[in-house]
């Protein structure tokens, strides 16, 4: 899979090698890309195969006397690398010549230790082999069971998402090769009442291949109980609760109120407040949160799109901030080591400080026991939404549906849709239990505020904690 | 490129298709502070081919289409794999037939303007320098910000005779502005304009700062309950965008919506003002190659049109407008400081106000507003709004002031009664 880039890799290591003629530091990243993504809906049947973010392309990053420039192309051969050469130093030559007065910020040229790397993941069924024909027809018997369960449901939505990608990283001293691929599924079923529409959704995810569609039948029962439940829903009085949050709701506590505050590209420009809380507690002896790739899911990869290895980054150690998570160029503005979350939407746009696999670590209850031990309160579940807010560490989240708990049981009237606010430490230090079963879920997609869309995945156990509701 | 994919296409026996050729430059400027963070360049060509391929499937005619995207650098024993593979898929992505767009030609569109005359890098520093000019206050300044400068050239094919291209550019990006004292604070901001809109952008950036500056002594005392709302500015397009988003041709034809011209998608009872709405026309054609016109949408809050790409229209049995991305509300008859009198709660900026089309809800985490009762005006952050345009669309005013981006025009502000906070107290 991907000879093109066995074929170009000779004319990539020439095109570094000239580039290091003029630059101090130079390195590219090359991604070959095979997307595809399968829908059925009352829309129709839809199959496209068009790409993943840009695709495949190719980024060559330098250091010049300004600081760190980038060049993102997707028309390359061996011929083309005196050209391209030309290309960056013409271009740069005009955008130093406009931002005459400007200053660049001080970036020390990181660190190109060598490293030599070959890597790729298992699967288990190929969704190419599998055929477009057999994913549809089962995607179909899926809904057809889905619209089956109640005459209620008007409609019932399924998807599969794949992509296999393969990227190389050259430089001075690195040579990483790594070939991945992960694979999605969603179900989503829809309710009406009057002009509104209320939706119940659940998603699937591994590392892998098309195997995850065995999965997502498992769902149904679950998707429509909560479909129909927020027919008779209504909006929450506002308070402050003590909350059940299911694994999801856990996995988005972890992602949007806290992963965000610790990437590291904030910390260089002042805007997260976690910096200042490193060896302080910020949450319950019970949290303890990674981030990396020593788990297996969507997110889960050999090296960053900056070359940096990855591995096992423990954010929060039993309600202790220990670090952040780092890109390659704020590491070297904070004098600190990369943790391999330098990370692209595509080769197309700028490395941020990105999350890979975030989640809390498992404890010892279940949600039987958290949900008994609440006089009153709510269970949330399933996550919509989310926001960062570094800064303040303020929380916006939002999930589709609060189960009323009353006297350590389930009264069966539903709240929806609810927005969580409140103060992070608050929150994380307020949890009193954690499930003993954790799961990830990478389903979904992470922008860093509106746009650079990457894919994570998030979870934990099921948690208990007191949250603001409305 | 495009006579090697035709020949690609001829080789595979495909008849119908289209060609989406696109073009695109960039240079970019990432900042911390007023200092450079990185610059960026960037240069790409991708052609979209979409294939359709009729079948027929239990004596009913049906047609299914499937995109891939392909590079320059493939050999053509590359592009007719995978044009081969996606011809193939299109038969499993079958759909009840219909119409392609109707062919259309024109010479190549050119836009004119700064943007697309002056060299990207120039273009850019210009943005940067506008940017930073209104930043010359030491306690509420810029921390970071990202300036992108894009020009492209877009060329549409078809099976069926289109030739259109054209070109098209935007300039945008994100600021975030900070207050440190008494509280430290930011607030993030996105632009986008069509042109090198130099003014514009430092009116953001000295708005920006003024918002930063009441955020940094606002206090966390919104209690819970219920008020009449201002929403401005943004957050004002994205109330309105339900209105886009339920008469779109792609949520009527399968039922998430059930609007239809003449419908009074307002409600009966209305004692506000009475919706007056347009979708504008972005670029000159559709990416199916659907040329595109300003649409009157909603006339005294009645539907007169559907909108869609080609697909869905075609189901509808109306004629495709091309997919939308700018809505112009034309409303507005009370003056933005009359519109904000009496007690209510003017919410500026949300960490990420949203509006659920399919369920009519809006609301957010509100990062600043103001609480305002006569004379009394008390910044606040924290808590929450949560409201349902189904149930506030029949009591809506709207501010004489406009505004303007990239996707909106139409009132500054929109005064929505009764809506849910949750506060921080209470």
Known sequence: MFSNLDNIRPALKALVSALREDYPYASVLAVEDAWRRWSISRQGVNIDASGFGGGSGYVVRVFDGTGCAEYSFNQFSPQRVPEIKAVIAGRLAEQNKALGGIDPLPTPIPPDEPALLREHCEYKLDPRELGDEAIIDKLGSIRE????????????????????????????????????????????????????????????????????????????????????????SEPIPPGEYECVCDPDTTGMIVHEAFGHGVEMDMFVKDRALGREYIDKYVASELVTMHDGSTVDEAATMAFDDEGTLTGDTVIIDKGVLKTGMCDALSAARLGVKPTGNGRRESYERKAYTRMTNTYFEAGEHTMDEMISSIKYGFLLQQPSSGMEDPKNWGIQCMVTIAREIKDGKLTGKVFSPIVLTGYVPDLLKSVTMMGRDMELAGGGFCGKGYKEWVKVSDGGPCMKARIRLG | MIDRIKSALSDCGIGLWRINDNTEESAELFFVKKQLDTRRFKDVRKFRVTVFRDVEKEGKALRGFTSVTLLESMSGEQLREELKNAYYAAQFAANPTYELPDPVQSPTIETAGELFEAPLAESAGRMAKALFSADNQSDAFINSAEVFVIRCRRHILSSEGTDVSYTDGKVTGEFVAQCREPEDVEIHNIFTYDMLDTESLIKKVREALSFVRDRARAKRILKSGKYDVVLSGDQAATVLSYYMSRSAAHMIYPGYSTWKAGDAVQGENISGETLDIDLCATEPCSEEGIFMSDLPLIRKGELLAIHGNNRFCRYLGIEPTGQYRMLKCLNGMTPFEELKAGPCLWAVTFSDFQMDAMSGHFGGEIRLAYLIDGDSVTPVTGGSINGSILEAQGNLQFSLERYDSANYSGPYAVRINGVNAAGTEG
Request: net charge negative.
């Open chain 1, 145 to 232: 069971k889905a619209l089956a369960l109640d005459e209620r449901i008007m409609e019932a939505q399924l998807g599969m998402a794949h992509r296999a990608y393969r990227k190389i990283f050259i430089s001075g001293n690195r040579d990483l090769d790594e070939t991945y691929m992960w694979t999605t599924c969603s179900l989503a079923m829809m309710v009406a009442r009057g002009q509104e529409l209320k939706y119940a959704y659940q998603g699937f995810s591994n590392l892998g291949g098309a195997e995850v569609l065995d999965q997502v039948e498992g769902g149904l029962e679950s998707v429509a109980k909560t479909a129909l439940d927020l027919l008779d």
